[in-house]
């Protein structure tokens, strides 16, 4: 039930610091967080990880990626399912296929994990739904606990996925004996706050969207590292919503061809809250902003510059999307808003694909 709330997105935007908290206490085992044993047994004895998800739920994978290389030092491939599907890679010795589907129900995703079982190999579901198709057909499972999700455009699935993913490389790292200088329950402790003080402030957000995006036909996200994923996802988010056409891309890539659609006035979205590409990332937006662009910098405390967007709330390095990705959604929602457009049903989506 959405209560008072106007949609189903602004309730499911509002839950997150709630889903986060809800994560620490269903993974929590005294100190620590951790994942049963016979996953980390299998995490542990793979050589390399095959992420399978589409659309946001791949978003969410690509930060999945990060966490097992840098937290726990095992290598990952991230694929989208329906390319993967037709399309399959060399596969490594012993693979370990962890598939993330907010639904469980994604055909695309389904098709690949009826494949890899053909083939023998092992398979983890990341799922909100017990129960769901690909949740049973796979030989574990890993729950997302952040409620149903209605609307559309996944908001609280996509930062549950990260924070489930982040659990389960910190777990495996732990288990096998790689030196952590981190708390993560402490962490997500205070990721959960993070969001809260964004949230709180969406006022920001509404008038962010008003000032960037009202007029505008067209936007592009940038981000380098971990905020290009993000960037990925807050695109994704804008377009489906707002209808406004939308790229997320890689910093530094934007003046290899694409910087060629920059004119005066288009809103660029810069994310900046990996410290390693802090100048780098300004250094695109002057590119940008040269020919015209109208850029909202939103950077995380510590690395803000006069004149920047948003300043979010510190959090650890690793878990930056989980906070970033919070104003690009409300953003996306107050323009969609500002647009007229049926937020929680946008034209043309269903909330599960469950055709190939
Ligand atoms: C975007 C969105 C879709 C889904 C995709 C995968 O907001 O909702 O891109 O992420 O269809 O769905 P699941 O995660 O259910 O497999």
């Known amino acids: 039930e959405k209560g008072t709330y106007p949609h189903y997105m602004l309730k499911e935007m509002d839950e997150q610091p709630t889903v986060i908290r809800k ?21 542990a004895e793979a050589d390399r990880l095959y992420i399978i998800a589409a659309g946001t739920s791949y978003h969410a994978g690509l930060i999945g990626k990060q966490y097992f290389e840098k937290i726990a030092g095992i290598p990952v491939e991230v694929h989208i399912s329906s390319e993967f599907g037709y399309n399959m890679p060399l596969l490594s010795k012993k693979p370990l296929f962890i598939f993330i589907s907010q639904s469980g129900e ?11 079982k053909e083939l023998g190999y092992k398979s983890l579901t990341v799922t909100n739904v017990q129960g769901s198709t690909l949740s049973r057909e796979a030989d574990y499972t890993l729950l997302l606990h952040a409620g149903p999700e209605i609307a559309v455009a996944s908001t609280k699935a996509y930062v549950a996925q990260i924070a489930v993913l982040a659990v389960a490389a910190y777990a495996v790292a732990k288990q096998t004996g790689v030196a952590l200088d981190f708390d993560l329950k402490q962490e997500l402790a205070i990721v959960a706050n993070g969001i809260q003080t964004i949230i709180d402030s969406k006022d920001k957000m509404e008038q962010i969207a008003e000032d960037y995006l009202k007029i505008a036909r067209n936007a592009f996200f940038i981000g380098r ?4 994923c993000v960037s990925l996802e807050g695109a994704l988010k804008l377009k ?17 061809g694409t910087i060629a659609l920059i004119e005066e006035g288009t809103p660029v979205f810069a994310l900046a809250t990996q ?16 020919r015209g662009a109208n850029a909202c910098i939103i950077a995380m ?47 043309n989506l269903a909330k599960s694909v469950t055709v190939e």
Request: charged share 25%.
């Open 240 to 256: 489906e919503i707002s209808y406004i056409q939308a790229e997320g891309f890689a910093g530094g890539e934007l003046k290899h």
């Open 23 to 43: 994560i620490i206490q269903a993974y929590e085992q005294g100190e620590d967080v951790t994942v049963d044993a016979d996953i980390l047994d299998a995490l």
């Open 275 to 290: 410290k390693d590409v802090a100048l780098n990332i300004r250094g695109n937006v002057k590119e940008v902003v040269a």
């Open 225 to 228: 590292n971990m905020d290009f």
């Open 106 to 116: 994604t055909a695309d995703s389904r098709q690949v994990l009826v494949k890899i």
């Open 301 to 347: 405390e510590g690395m803000e510059e006069e004149g920047d967007c948003l300043v979010l709330p510190p959090v650890h390095e690793l878990l930056t999307p989980l906070v970033s990705v919070v104003p690009l959604q409300l953003i996306s929602y107050y323009a969609a808003l500002h647009r007229r457009c049926d937020v929680d049903k946008p034209r």
